[in-house]
């Protein structure tokens, strides 16, 4: 998510490539959080960014129904948040993440760079450093991996650049994508689809927390993309963030999330992100809106490990 997501590292605020994006602001219409009107809609996967303050993330994303845990890097600008031979290592307690409940499934994302144009640029050796990562024994259910280079159709070098990069990776393997013109969802998916091998699936940035669309459309470019791809290679970020102005942004309402929810039920949802903008406070008010998972015993704060 470097693209247009707020970065917490060092206490410092990046966000990388919005710029080039020409965001269109709507109005957000207040919303009467009612649990029948969202009944039975739960949400999948939270996305965890891993920085420096938030290298173990705690949370009580479970609530919302989430059992799969997609992770954005384990290595960064050289920064390892898993064992490495980098000088700087976060201490990341991965056995206690393995216990939790909103981690049952993991998709480890591999090695990236904060800079988006600088990881296009060398996307080729952080394909040759996530190999060495994927050959780590953690301690928790990894069920695919997630190459954290960023592709939106702007990225006329992508078809060739990428498609030698995830040759190398294995599956099952995802990488994510966002279209910040307005090009509309069948473009889109005939871009991404005329490249991307046909063992990689996608995860699909709404668009909607940068202000670029509105959920349903959003929705249009999600089952435009199921309909070329296949609907099991298609995976939806939801922006869980708004921006404040001058490069800043702040954790979206529940008010501001439902819609986003509702708008992609029947897909595989993934919040962005749990640590910085999925606070204790937000899933109550969307759990008293109806987003709740149907397993009573879900919302168990440690699961069981074997010896």
């Known amino acids: 998510m470097t693209r247009n997501k707020i970065i917490l590292f060092s206490a410092a605020i990046l966000v990388v490539g919005i710029a080039a994006i020409g965001v269109i602001g709507f109005g957000s219409k207040t919303m009467r959080l009612s649990g029948s009107q969202f009944q039975s809609m739960i949400v999948d996967g939270i996305v965890w960014q891993p920085t420096i303050e938030t290298a173990n993330p705690r949370g009580d994303w479970q609530k919302l129904g989430v059992d799969h845990l997609l992770v954005q890097w384990s290595e960064v600008d050289g920064y390892c948040f898993v064992p490495c031979q980098q000088s700087s290592n976060a201490m990341t307690d991965w056995l206690e993440i393995a216990r939790q409940p909103w981690a049952r499934n993991v998709i480890l994302g591999l090695a990236g760079q904060f800079n988006e144009p600088n990881a296009r640029k060398n996307v080729l050796s952080l394909a040759e450093k996530s190999v060495e990562i994927t050959k780590l024994n953690l301690p928790t259910n990894i069920t695919g991996y997630y190459f954290p280079v ?18 190398k990776l294995p599956r099952p393997l995802w990488i994510s994508l966002y279209e910040g013109y307005n090009i509309g969802g069948k473009a889109t998916a005939e871009w991404i689809a005329s490249w991307l091998p046909s063992d990689v699936g996608v995860f699909f940035q709404d668009g909607v927390g940068v202000e670029v669309r509105s959920a349903p459309v959003a929705r249009e470019y999600v089952d435009a993309l199921a309909e070329k791809l296949g609907k099991d290679r298609v995976k939806v970020i939801v922006e869980a963030f708004r921006p404040l102005g001058e490069g ?11 819609p986003q929810i509702k708008a992609m039920q029947g897909y595989d949802i993934y919040i962005f992100d749990g640590p910085h903008y999925v606070s204790a406070a937000l899933v109550e008010r969307l759990n008293e809106a109806g987003i709740a998972p149907s397993d009573p015993d879900s919302d168990e704060t440690n699961v069981s490990l074997a010896d």
Request: glycine residues 0%; hydrophobic residues 50%.
């Open 248 to 258: 800043k942004f702040r954790a979206a309402t529940a008010e501001e999330l439902l």
């Open 150 to 167: 960023e592709v939106d159709p702007s990225w006329a070098e992508a078809p060739e650049l990428m498609a030698k990069a995830l040759e």
